[in-house]
C-alpha cells in the first residue's frame, strides 16, 4: 500500500463553478485513465472521466462536463447525468456513479490525493 500523496493539479483561479474542467491522468488499479477536476458551488470535484453506463469518456468537447443548466454533469454520449457533488447518477442509462478521486484545496492549489487505487499518471 502506497502512502497518501498530494498531487498537483492547479491554482484554485483556473477552476470557475460550473466552467471547465482540467483534465489528468492517473493509474487507476495499475490501468491508465483519464480524470477531470471542477469546481462546483464554490467546491473542488474530480472523478474518473469514465461514463458507468459505458466505460467510455463523458466531455463533449474536451474538458466540458456540465449540461447547459451548469448543475449536472452529462455524459456526451448517451446523456446519463450525474451529481457534481457525489458522481452520482440522476438521470439516464448508467450503473451507479463516477469514482471519485480525493481532493484538497488550500493558499489557492488544488491538489487529488493517491490511494491505494489511485496513483500518479504519466502527465501533470
Known sequence: MADAAAVYL??????TDSGSAIGFEVLYLSQ???????????TVYAYLNR?????MEMDYQPNQF????????????????????????????CRGGLVKIETS??????H????DKFQP???P
Open 32 to 42: 491508465t485513465c483519464a480524470a477531470f477536476v471542477l469546481r462546483y458551488a464554490g
Open 66 to 93: 456540465f449540461d447547459s443548466t451548469g448543475h449536472w454533469l452529462m455524459c456526451a454520449t448517451h446523456g446519463a447525468m450525474y451529481e457534481p457533488q457525489t458522481g452520482r447518477c440522476r438521470l439516464g442509462p
Open 51 to 55: 461514463c458507468t453506463h459505458v466505460p
Open 121 to 123: 499518471g504519466n502527465s
Open 112 to 115: 487529488w490525493h493517491t490511494s
Open 10 to 15: 492547479c491554482q484554485s483561479s483556473e477552476l
Open 105 to 110: 484545496e488550500s493558499d489557492g492549489v488544488v
